[in-house]
Antibody, heavy 121, light 111 residues
Framework: QVQLVESGGGVVQPGRSLRLSCAAS????????MHWVRQAPGKGLEWVAV????????NYADSVKGRFTISRDNSKNTLYLQMNSLRAEDTAIYYC??????????????WGQGTLVTVSS | QSVLTQPPSVSGAPGQRVTISCTGS?????????VHWYQQLPGTAPKLLIF???NRPSGVPDRFSGSKSGTSASLAITGLQDEDEADYYC???????????FGGGTKLTVL
């Protein structure tokens, strides 16, 4: 069965950096686009970034563009999110999600359990 | 302010039918992009409920159904059960933003 396991969350000061990882198993990782989606405490879901199956194409939400970088290592079945210049408003649970491409975009058929990032001094 | 608009809350008694609306615009739902729905039980990750406007993944009961028309979509839940109490989110693509958009979420309370 498909498993996505995020790690790397924690408490970090504003302006600092953090790298999240998402270890995938039970799927042919290199065949699928992957996403990060976040959820601030008590709030709704916000899409963060996408990376194509081979890592050649990436796209970001405006709220993180220029600060966050999505990447992947298909040899390790792992997805990453490098988060720089963190702000208080980046505080959220970060989920990795497997994308299924359909009619011009993706939906998310598998989600990890999430990792909490808290940006606070 | 979410790009897709959902009612903050809906409620219904066990056995009843409820619907949750998701209203978008000409750059997302109205442009022909599919709408997908997710269920998030308290303290858990979201789970895919409906994909491609009206399709159910394996294992999702047929009490859940989706539809789309114009710039809006709807999720219907019939035969309401206690375990349906959760947050529900719609999702689509927005061509102006060049990325995924979600509704603000709807909290379903089973009375």
């Amino acid at each position: 069965q498909v498993q996505l396991v995020e790690s790397g969350g924690g408490v970090v000061q504003p302006g600092r950096s953090l790298r999240l990882s998402c270890a995938a198993s039970g799927l042919t990782f290199r065949s699928h686009g992957m996403h990060w989606v976040r959820q601030a405490p008590g709030k709704g879901l916000e899409w963060v970034a996408v990376i194509s199956n081979d890592g050649s194409n990436k796209n970001y939400a405006d709220s993180v563009k220029g600060r966050f970088t999505i990447s992947r290592d298909n040899s390790k079945n792992t997805l990453y999110l490098q988060m720089n210049s963190l702000r208080a408003e980046d505080t959220a649970i970060y989920y990795c999600a497997k994308g299924v491409y359909s009619n011009g975009w993706f939906y998310f058929d598998y989600w990890g359990q999430g990792t909490l990032v808290t940006v606070s001094s | 302010q979410s790009v897709l608009t959902q009612p903050p809350s809906v409620s219904g008694a066990p056995g009843q039918r409820v619907t949750i609306s998701c209203t978008g615009s000409s750059s997302n739902i109205g442009a022909g992009y599919d709408v997908h729905w997710y269920q998030q039980l308290p303290g858990t990750a979201p789970k895919l409920l409906i994909f491609g406007n009206s399709n159910r993944p394996s294992g999702v009961p047929d009490r859940f159904s989706g539809s789309k028309s114009g710039t809006s979509a709807s999720l219907a839940i019939t035969g309401l059960q206690d375990e349906d109490e959760a947050d529900y989110y719609c999702q689509s693509y927005d061509s102006s933003l060049s990325g995924s958009v979600f509704g603000g979420g709807t909290k379903l309370t089973v009375l």
